[in-house]
């Protein structure tokens, strides 16, 4: 999953525009916003077959077509791109998440190849590399944290709560549940010499669940953050349980049991990101995620097959929603700003 926040508020100001006619906004002195977060899908299979994925079970089938793994060849105009892009707009920072599928799967090799490559490219022109994995959390054994630590890449797992909630949905592709593993890899991640490397738990709602008992079965891990991810849908195909022909906020009311008890504990150290984005809006600021509000995106992905595209959220729409049409063999990532 892609929903991570920019690195950087944009302007006071600087909401989505009104209109989507890109040479009148140029004309008018509108100028994008760089981007400062790269997805980076470097393996497009998983070694889970979770229910509720946007990328295998919805609309948007182009998995299919793509390579498993991405290449070095693809990796290193990556990064070439990305510090490219970062001397354009003279970035002092950009992020970069390794992401999938499992971005797991790719191997130690790959990654360590693919994050050191990145770096180095970005340092000759003199920007920063903040670096990530959104993971199911299987395979983060020693071996993975060792070169995590070594590499210093923060790692996100996703958890949907206890093993009820978890299992409804993330099971193996034979229809065993996932709990247990990926509980017994958050104890490696969250209570050893590895918990500076945690960079927080996802999880996907599921209104059937208990929201105090699922927020107490994420906090046994000790998060610094979570983020809870409202399932994808649009008006064709609503989330679950979301009539839009009905007043009804089901998720709404899943959340605020949620929100009383960490807005009214002084204590609660977790950082819970949707909360916090809406509170940024309500008291005047803008968003620092494509999940809410209207400030622009400042991620960029990036296929295994090299292919820039948009945010993954558009593929619950339909096949092929989130492509561009670019690839960063013949495209810089400014190309992908005026899309």
């Avoid at 140029?26 to 470097?42: C, D, N, T």
């Avoid at 890449?153 to 247990?180: P, Y």
């Avoid at 890899?185 to 709602?205: K, V």
């Avoid at 009383?260 to 949707?274: K, L, N, P």
Wanted: hydrophobic share 40%; net charge negative.
């Amino acid at each position: 999953m892609s929903e991570n926040p920019a690195l950087e508020t944009p302007p006071a100001g600087n909401t989505f525009p009104a209109t989507l006619d890109v040479a009148a906004l140029l004309a008018s002195g509108w100028r994008p916003l760089a981007f400062r977060q790269f997805i980076l899908k470097i393996h497009s299979r998983c070694d889970l077959a979770c229910r509720h994925c946007y990328v295998y079970e919805m609309a948007d089938q182009s998995w299919r077509a793509q390579p498993r793994r991405m290449s070095r060849a693809v990796a290193d105009r990556t990064a070439g791109r990305i510090a490219e892009h970062a001397l354009t707009h003279e970035l002092g920072e950009v992020e970069i998440i390794l992401h999938g599928g499992e971005p797991l799967l790719a191997g130690p090799e790959f990654i360590s190849h693919l994050v050191r490559t990145v770096r180095g490219a970005a340092a000759d022109v003199g920007t920063r590399v903040r670096a990530g994995v959104q993971t199911n959390g299987l395979r983060l054994d020693e071996d993975c944290l060792r070169l995590f630590d070594g590499l210093e890449i923060r790692v996100g797992v996703s958890l949907d709560g206890d093993a009820g909630a978890h299992d409804r949905h993330r099971r193996r592709a034979d229809g065993r549940g996932s709990h247990a593993a990926v509980a017994a890899s958050l104890r490696r991640l969250a209570f050893g010499p590895f918990h500076h490397l945690f960079g927080g738990l996802l999880c996907t709602i599921d209104i059937r669940n208990d929201p105090l008992t699922t927020y107490e079965a994420l906090l046994e891990f000790d998060p610094p953050s979570v983020d809870f991810l409202l399932p994808h849908g649009n008006w064709a195909a609503p989330p679950p349980f979301r009539d839009p022909a009905s007043s009804a906020t089901p998720y709404a009311d899943w959340l605020i049991p949620i929100f009383d008890r960490w807005y009214g504990s002084a204590a609660e150290q977790t950082e819970i990101r949707v909360f916090r984005e809406i509170m940024r809006l309500l008291t005047g600021g803008v968003s620092r995620t494509e999940a809410v509000g209207l400030s622009p995106a400042r991620m960029a992905v990036v296929e295994t097959d090299g292919g820039i595209e948009q945010s993954d959220i558009l593929k619950s729409a339909y096949h092929g929603a989130a492509a561009t049409r670019l690839h960063v063999l013949r495209d810089p990532f400014d190309a992908a700003l005026l899309h």
